[in-house]
């Protein structure tokens, strides 16, 4: 089938079009890449919410209630669930499945999880693809859970508009240890799990935290949350709700849409940079031979570092 043929029936909500249209982009084909450049004009419509923490945070629990919240008020719902690769998640992808069984029963919830490429990047291109088709298919409220893991989950947040980052009590270290990276890129902190002692103290930690870090135009508000009961989920759909209308009349909205750009567009350029030299540096057994001289010394991992990526060039000026 044809980009456009696919672009004009995500438009039009079929949802046969939308799977297969994220089939194409889970498989990086050239037609998932036509169709996103023929879709992305009619994107922006939808509120994009990335949902991260560390696993067992109780993200897709979370993600279910305000699914189910978002449909009380009257609104269609898209769900990404991306899957960092662990055997493990596999397992609990699947659990998830069949809890949302019963919401995505209603017709106005789609739900997706996508596996990632292995450790060949990709998932920050994968997700911000998904969200932008399924932004672009109408649903009013796209949700995208990831698992806090690293870089990898940065760059996926970026792929939302609106990161909300899920903490829980009684982990001290959790919150002391939360990667400064991820409080950076959360509008919304929410302590899920706030049925259990030391929610109070969580919440406090965070405030701390927050208040060390440098001024922005959005402060963001620290909830609590009980994933498991719904408590706090009308909320936390009120905050997504006040961040973006924000994102979209603060006087620094234009320049927060330039600054999340910038960062969506470095972060896939990275990641595309990095599948390409983890590509070129199997092909062509490249990689092996620098591996064998340099774990007997005789060539330095920066020299060898610089010999690949000396190779990269050269195929894509064969391409050229
Ligand atoms: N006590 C309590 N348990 C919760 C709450 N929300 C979720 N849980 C439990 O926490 C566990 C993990 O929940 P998930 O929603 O699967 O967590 P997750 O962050 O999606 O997990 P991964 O995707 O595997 O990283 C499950 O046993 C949930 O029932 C809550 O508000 N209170
Ligand atoms: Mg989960």
């Known amino acids: 089938m044809l980009a456009s043929d696919l672009a004009e029936g995500v438009l039009a909500g079929n949802r046969r079009a939308l799977a297969r249209a994220i089939s194409h982009i889970e498989a990086d084909t050239a037609t998932g890449r036509d169709l996103l450049a023929a879709l992305y004009p009619r994107t922006g419509r939808a509120q994009t919410v990335g949902v991260t923490g560390s696993a067992g945070a109780g993200k897709s629990t979370l993600v279910g209630a305000l699914a189910r919240e978002e449909r009380k008020r009257g609104r269609t719902v898209g769900i990404v669930a991306v899957d960092p690769s662990s055997p493990f998640s596999h397992g609990a992808i699947l659990g998830d499945r069949i809890r949302m069984q019963a919401l995505t029963a209603d017709g106005g919830v789609f739900m997706r999880s996508m596996a990632s490429r292995g450790n060949l990047g990709g998932l920050a291109e994968m997700a911000s693809g998904v969200v932008d088709v399924m932004d672009a298919a109408g649903f009013d ?6 698992v806090g893991a ?3 989950e940065v760059e996926v947040a970026t792929a939302a508009q609106t990161t909300v980052l899920v903490a829980n009590p009684g982990g001290g ?3 002391q240890s939360m990667k400064a990276g991820l409080m950076e890129i959360a509008q919304i902190m929410v302590v899920n799990k706030a049925d259990l002692a030391g929610a109070d103290t969580a919440v406090m930690q965070l405030r701390g935290l927050l208040a060390i870090a440098p001024l922005r135009a959005w402060t963001p508000p620290i909830l609590k949350a009980v994933a498991k009961t719904g408590e706090g989920i009308a909320e936390l759909a009120d905050a997504i709700d006040r961040h973006h209308e924000h994102s979209r009349t603060s006087p620094h909205a234009a320049e927060e849409r330039r600054a999340h750009a ?3 567009i470095v972060s896939l350029a990275r990641s595309a940079l990095y599948r390409e ?13 620098l591996v064998d001289d340099v774990a007997v010394r005789q060539r330095d991992p920066r020299a060898a570092a610089t010999t690949l990526l000396d190779v990269m060039r050269i195929r894509w000026q064969a391409r050229a």
């Not at 409220?141 to 990831?146: D, F, I, K, N, Q």
């Open 141 to 146: 409220v796209v949700l995208l859970e990831t």
């Open 173 to 175: 270290d959790d919150v």
């Open 262 to 264: 910038h960062a969506q």
């Open 277 to 289: 030299a983890l590509q070129t540096a199997e092909a062509e057994g490249v990689l092996q031979s």
């Open 150 to 152: 690293g870089q990898d």
